[in-house]
C-alpha cells in the first residue's frame, strides 16, 4: 500500500514538472510569436511608406492638381508628355 502511495506521489510529481515546463516553452513561443507580429507591422509600415510616392504621383497626375513632390520639376506631367511626344508635320 505505501508502495503504491509513493509511486503516484512520484507519478503525480512528475506529470506537474512537465506541465511547469510545457507552460514555460508555451510563454517562451508566445514572446517570440508577440515578437514577430510587432516585425511584421513595422514591415507593413515600411512597405507602406516606401509604396507611398508613387501612389501620390499617379494622384497629382489624375486629378491635375498641380502639386510637385519633392526633388521633382515643376513641369507638368502633361508638358513632359508632349515633350516626348513631339508630332512632324509633313
Known sequence: ???SLAA???GVVHIRAEQSRC???VMATEGKWLALRGDLGDL????ARLRTPNRLRNRNF???TGLVPPGESEESPADKLASTNSF???
Do not use: E, G, L
Request: glycine share 0%; charged share 15%.
Open 1 to 3: 500500500m505505501v508502495a
Open 8 to 10: 503516484i506521489a512520484i
Open 23 to 25: 507552460a514555460s516553452q
Open 44 to 47: 507593413q509600415a515600411r512597405k
Open 62 to 64: 489624375f486629378f491635375d
Open 88 to 90: 512632324t508635320t509633313n
